[in-house]
Nanobody, 120 residues
Framework: QVQLVESGGGLVQAGGSLRLSCAAS????????MGWFRQTPGKEREFVSF????????RTADSVKGRFTISRDNARNTVYLQMNSLKPEDTAVYYCAGDLNLITKKPNYWGQGTQVTVSS
């Protein structure tokens, strides 16, 4: 069983930046594709980005491409999401996801979520 704990959310003005962190328990972290999703009330959880176990492969949703960057530190069992040029429409609860299937993007593990609010 893997536990994922997100941090780094908060309130920021449009155009600002935030960095989300997701700390994972267990040695299996280094073998997992990790990712980030987000969700707003009344909408389905949507894919944001993923990073392969080695960090070589990354994919990012078109809606955030060029603004958000995913990275990982396997020595610290942590995955990050650097969010720049934030827009009000980026407001959502952001979830860390672990052990993603590279084709379906479906994860086996979820964090509890962290709120990101972007004011205009």
């Amino acid at each position: 069983q893997v536990q994922l704990v997100e941090s780094g959310g908060g309130l920021v003005q449009a155009g600002g930046s935030l960095r989300l962190s997701c700390a994972a328990s267990g040695r299996a972290f280094i073998s997992y594709t990790m990712g980030w999703f987000r969700q707003t009330p009344g909408k389905e959880r949507e894919f944001v980005s993923f990073i392969s176990s080695s960090g070589v492969i990354t994919r990012t949703a078109d809606s955030v491409k060029g603004r958000f960057t995913i990275s990982r530190d396997n020595a610290r069992n942590t995955v990050y999401l650097q969010m720049n040029s934030l827009k009000p429409e980026d407001t959502a609860v952001y979830y860390c996801a672990g052990d993603l299937n590279l084709i379906t993007k479906k994860p086996n593990y979820w964090g509890q979520g962290t709120q990101v609010t972007v004011s205009s």
